[in-house]
C-alpha cells in the first residue's frame, strides 16, 4: 500500500507540474528563442573578427507609440590587426545618416548582407583603439520581433528581444560570441510620460523642456550585444532589497494594470536570490541592481541586470534569475554550447523545488523532466554545425533546456553534492571564463579537477552523443543476508554503446523494509552482491529518478539459491586486484590459482589479492571455504 502511495504522489505531482508550469515553461522557450527565427541564414561574420570592442555609448530615442528608433551609437574598439576598414552588423532596413571619428565625417556603405561597412580616414594600427559615432533611424524590420511596439491595456510599449541574433535588427553591433562589451552607458530618450529600463543601473533622470525625458544607464560589467535591451512604457516601480552578505536593489518596472498581482508573486524573488547566493556565488551584479521589466511575450528574456518577463510565475523568476551566473556572468561561447545557458538554468530552477519545496517534489520535477527527454529516442546536448543554424534545435525544450538540466543533475549524483557544488563554484570563480565565454570543455576541466577522475565517458555518452538506456534490473535472495543484483541495459540509439552509471537500486522487504543500494554499472550483465538484512520481497529501480531512462524493468528472482553460484568473481576478467564476494555466513579459508597447464601458480588465503604478476590468459580458480569446495573460472587481461 505505501508503494502505491508514493506512485500515486509521483502521478499526481506531474500532472500538477504539467497542468500548472509546462505551459510556462513553453512560452519561456519561445520567447527565449522568438527573435531568432532568421538565424538559418547567420553566420559567424568574419569580417568583424579584426576588432575589441571595449565601450559603447548608446543614444536612443523612441516613442511607445510609433514603431521607429532613432539611434546614435559610440563605440570605442581596440584594432586587433591594422585596419583600413571597419565593420559592424546592422539591417539594411535602418538608414545611417552620418558616421564621424573625432569629428570627422567618414564615408560608408551598407549592403544586404546586413553590414554596415566605414572605411577609416587612416590605417589603424594593430593594437591601437579609436572611437566611432554612427548616427542612425528607422523602422525596424517586424520579421524579425527583435523590436516591438505594441500596447498594455490600451498603453503604447516598446521593448527589445535580440537574443540570439536580434541585436543587428536596432542598432549597429558586433553579435558574433566572441566579444563582450566592457562597458555601457545607455542614454533612453522618450515622452516624459513614461519610464524608461536598461541594463545597468540607473543614474539620471534629466526633463529636456520638450515633453521628453532622458534617462541614463550605466552598466559597468562585460556584456554581449544580445543581452542589450530596453523597454519604454507607463510602468510602476517595485523596488525590493536582496543579498545574503552585501545587499543590493530588486528594481522592478510592473504595468499598472498588474501592479498589486506582482508584488505578491515577486516575493518569490528573495528566497530564489537566497538559495543561489547559499550554492554558488553573490549575485554577479551586486554593485548594480537585478530587476524585472514586463514585456509582452509570455515567456522570459534574461537580459543582464533586468529579465524581461511576460509573468511571474515561480519557476520563470528561477530560470530567468539563475541565468545571471550561468548565460550572463559567463556566457556559452558557442550556440552549440547553449546547455551551458539553457540546460543550467532550467536545472536551477529544479534545485529550488528542491531547497524550497522538498525531496518529493524535487522527485516529481525529475520524473516530469525525464518524461520529456525520452518521448523521442534521439538527440544529443550538445549541437553540430548545422543543429546551430537552426533555431527550434538551439532552443529545444527537449535537449536544450531538459536533457541539459538533468544531465547537470547526473553529474550531481556521480561526483556527489560536496565536489559537484565545488566545481561549479570554481567555474563561476575562473578568471579566464567570469565575465567571459565559456565553452563545454572548460566546464568539464573543472569539473574533473574536483572529481579527481575523467568524465570523459559521461561527456560523450550524455553530452555529445545520443539516446537514453532502457534498464533490466534483476534481484535475487543471494543466501544469509545478501542479495545479488544483475544489470542489463539496452540504448535507444546506436551512438552511445554503453552508458555507464551509479545506479540507485531500491530493495523491499515483505514488513515493509526498504533498503536503497547504489551501484556502480559498467558493463551489460554486470552482478553485484549487497548486504541487505532483511529477505527481498520486490524491487525498484531508480526510485529518485537521478537517471535519463526509459522502459525499466526490475524483477526479483525466483532461481534457487546455491552455494556455487553465491561465490563471485570480480572483476572478471581482472587486470589487477581481484575480489572475492560471498555470504556473510560463509567463511573462506584458502584459494589457489592454477594455469592451463595445471600448474599451481598462487595461493592465499585473503579475499584481495593481487594478480599482476600473473600472465594473461584462462586460469581455474579453486576455493576452499566453510561449506565445501567450490571451483571458479578466472580470466587475467
Known amino acids: 500500500m505505501k508503494k502505491l502511495y508514493l506512485i500515486m504522489l509521483l502521478v499526481l505531482g506531474f500532472v500538477a507540474f504539467a497542468q500548472t508550469e509546462q505551459e510556462e515553461f513553453n512560452r519561456m522557450v519561445e520567447a527565449e528563442m522568438k527573435s531568432a527565427a532568421a538565424i538559418q541564414n547567420f553566420q559567424v561574420n568574419p569580417n568583424t573578427q579584426n576588432y575589441d570592442i571595449t565601450y559603447h555609448e548608446l543614444r536612443f530615442s523612441v516613442d511607445p507609440a510609433v514603431y521607429f528608433i532613432s539611434g546614435q551609437v559610440t563605440t570605442t574598439f581596440t584594432a586587433l590587426e591594422d585596419m583600413n576598414s571597419i565593420t559592424f552588423d546592422l539591417t539594411d532596413v535602418l538608414t545611417v545618416s552620418s558616421v564621424t571619428l573625432g569629428g570627422v565625417p567618414l564615408t560608408f556603405t551598407q549592403n544586404v548582407s546586413e553590414e554596415l561597412v566605414i572605411n577609416l580616414p587612416t590605417t589603424i594600427i594593430n593594437g591601437t583603439s579609436a572611437t566611432i559615432t554612427i548616427n542612425y533611424s528607422g523602422a525596424p524590420d517586424t520579421d524579425e520581433a527583435a523590436f516591438t511596439a505594441t500596447t498594455h491595456s490600451g498603453t503604447p510599449v516598446i521593448y527589445t528581444l535580440s537574443e540570439p541574433f536580434g541585436a543587428r535588427d536596432w542598432w549597429p553591433c558586433k553579435q558574433d560570441l566572441n566579444d563582450k562589451v566592457d562597458s555601457i552607458d545607455v542614454y533612453i530618450t522618450a515622452p516624459d510620460t513614461y519610464v524608461s529600463v536598461t541594463n545597468g543601473l540607473e543614474q539620471s533622470v534629466v526633463d529636456n523642456g520638450n515633453g521628453t525625458k532622458t534617462t ?133 530552477s529544479g534545485l529550488i523545488v528542491e531547497n524550497l ?128 543484483i544483475t544489470v542489463n541495459q539496452s540504448q535507444s540509439t546506436a551512438s552511445v554503446t554503453y552508458f555507464e552509471m551509479p545506479l540507485e537500486i531500491r530493495l523491499l522487504g515483505a514488513g515493509g523494509e526498504i533498503q536503497d543500494v547504489v551501484v556502480d554499472n559498467t558493463y551489460n550483465g554486470q552482478e553485484f552482491v549487497v548486504a541487505v538484512p532483511f529477505v527481498v520481497s520486490d524491487v525498484e529501480f531508480d526510485p529518485n529518478y537521478h537517471i535519463i531512462s526509459r522502459n525499466n524493468t526490475a524483477t526479483l528472482g525466483t532461481d534457487s539459491f546455491t552455494i556455487d553460484e553465491s561465490i563471485t568473481l570480480y572483476p572478471n576478467p581482472v587486470q589487477d586486484v581481484l575480489t572475492i564476494k560471498m555470504p556473510n555466513s560463509m567463511l573462506l579459508q584458502n584459494v589457489t590459482i592454477y594455469n592451463d597447464l595445471g600448474q599451481k601458480v598462487l595461493e592465499s588465503e585473503q579475499s584481495e589479492i593481487d594478480l599482476t604478476a600473473l600472465a594473461d590468459g584462462m586460469y581455474a580458480v579453486k576455493l576452499q571455504t566453510s561449506e565445501g569446495e567450490i571451483h571458479k573460472k578466472l580470466i587475467k587481461k
Open 216 to 348: 541614463h544607464f550605466h552598466h559597468g560589467h562585460p556584456i554581449p550585444a544580445y543581452l542589450v535591451a530596453i523597454a519604454v512604457t507607463n510602468y510602476q516601480i517595485y523596488t525590493q532589497t536582496a543579498g545574503i552578505g552585501t545587499t543590493f536593489p530588486i528594481v522592478n518596472y510592473i504595468y499598472p494594470e498588474n501592479y498589486t498581482t506582482a508584488q505578491t508573486q515577486l516575493a518569490e524573488t528573495l528566497p530564489i536570490m537566497n538559495v543561489f547566493e547559499t550554492l554558488f556565488e553573490p549575485y554577479p551584479f551586486l554593485n548594480e541592481k537585478y530587476g524585472h521589466a514586463q514585456f509582452g511575450w509570455g515567456g522570459g528574456m534574461e537580459h543582464t541586470t533586468v529579465s524581461f518577463m511576460g509573468s511571474f510565475g515561480r519557476n520563470l523568476i528561477a530560470h530567468e534569475l539563475a541565468h545571471q551566473w550561468f548565460g550572463d556572468k559567463i556566457t556559452c561561447g558557442t550556440w552549440k554550447d547553449i546547455w551551458l545557458n539553457e540546460g543550467f538554468a532550467e536545472y536551477l
Open 357 to 484: 519545496d522538498g525531496v518529493t517534489n524535487f522527485v516529481s520535477w525529475k520524473a516530469s523532466k525525464i518524461s520529456n527527454i525520452t518521448s523521442q529516442v534521439d538527440g544529443a546536448v550538445y549541437l553540430t554545425d548545422t543543429e546551430a543554424t537552426n533555431v527550434s534545435r538551439i532552443f529545444s525544450g527537449r535537449l536544450s533546456y531538459n536533457k541539459g538540466a538533468m544531465v547537470l543533475h547526473m553529474l550531481r549524483w556521480k561526483m556527489g553534492d560536496a565536489l559537484f557544488f565545488q566545481a561549479l563554484q570554481n567555474y563561476l570563480a575562473d578568471a579566464n571564463l567570469a565575465y567571459a565565454y565559456a565553452i563545454t570543455p572548460q566546464l568539464q576541466s573543472h569539473l574533473e579537477a574536483v572529481y579527481g577522475s575523467s568524465l570523459t565517458e559521461f561527456f560523450n555518452d550524455w553530452i555529445y552523443n545520443q539516446g537514453y538506456p532502457s534498464y533490466t534490473i534483476t534481484a535475487q535472495n543471494w543466501g544469509a543476508g545478501q542479495a545479488k
